[in-house]
């Protein structure tokens, strides 16, 4: 069983660039969830995508946009970057259907902008 | 909306000792899950323990074990016989039934002292 896989694993940008982050479900789970977790705080929910298509969201501003593949992999964009965009992005895979069904988390990326 | 607080940001204990992690939860929900999260230096989130609000018994899993009170909507995590590995953030975690979004408190960073 694959677990979930996140790439890059860390990444520098500039204040205003866009940033593209990646992630491969664990094989099975055909629902990603993306999570943005501040220096020392929990993680927040960014959206969640099934079926390709966004399939809830949390309180980030729509420079937060996201991706499903087919393959049921995801990736998060994220434009005009701010200062504040620095933290770790968790993607969370699962499968929908089983409710009750934990997330199952990848490594994370680490976003530095500067 | 449904918020999630862990009200001790730290917490020690002595290596094979117990310890409970608090976590209280708000939500008009009847039916929901709720997880404990664990997140060494790593950085990957990884299930401790799950419970379903409609069970009445606490779940356990080996030396993890939680406290569910559902009219009192705490939800505290029993860790005995800590060991050296127990190190990590400790999060707490709301599901609503039919809904994969999962929310998190802040987060106790437990520290297990040899």
């Known amino acids: 069983e694959t677990g979930v896989t996140q790439s890059p694993t860390h990444l520098i940008k500039t204040r205003g660039q866009q940033v593209t982050l990646r992630c491969s479900s664990q094989?099975?789970?055909?629902?990603v969830s993306w999570y943005q977790q501040a220096l020392g705080q929990g993680p927040q929910f960014i959206f969640q995508?099934?079926?390709?298509?966004?399939?809830g969201r949390g309180n980030f501003p729509p420079r937060f946009s996201g991706l499903q593949f087919p393959n049921y992999s995801s990736e998060l964009n994220v434009n005009a970057l701010e200062l504040d965009d620095s933290a770790l992005y968790l993607c969370a895979s699962t499968s929908r259907g089983s409710y009750n069904s934990p997330l199952h988390f990848g490594n994370g990326t680490r976003l530095t902008v500067t | 909306a449904q918020t999630v607080t862990q009200s001790q940001p730290e917490m020690s204990v002595q290596e094979a000792e117990t310890v409970t992690l608090s976590c209280t939860y708000d939500?008009?929900?009847?039916?929901?899950?709720l997880f404990w999260y664990k997140q060494p230096p790593s950085r990957q989130m990884i299930l401790v323990i799950r419970?379903?609000?409609?069970?009445?018994q606490n779940a356990t899993e080996n030396r993890f074990s939680v406290n569910f009170q559902k009219a009192a909507k705490s939800f505290s995590l029993k860790i005995s016989d800590s060991q050296l590995g127990d190190t990590a953030m400790y999060f707490c975690a709301f599901m609503k039934h039919n809904n994969n979004d999962m929310r998190f408190g802040a987060g106790t960073r437990l520290t297990v002292k040899p």
């Open positions: 419970q379903e609000a409609y069970k009445q």
């Open positions: 939500t008009s929900e009847n039916n929901y899950y």
């Open positions: 094989s099975g789970h055909n629902t």
């Open positions: 995508y099934y079926r390709e298509e966004e399939n």
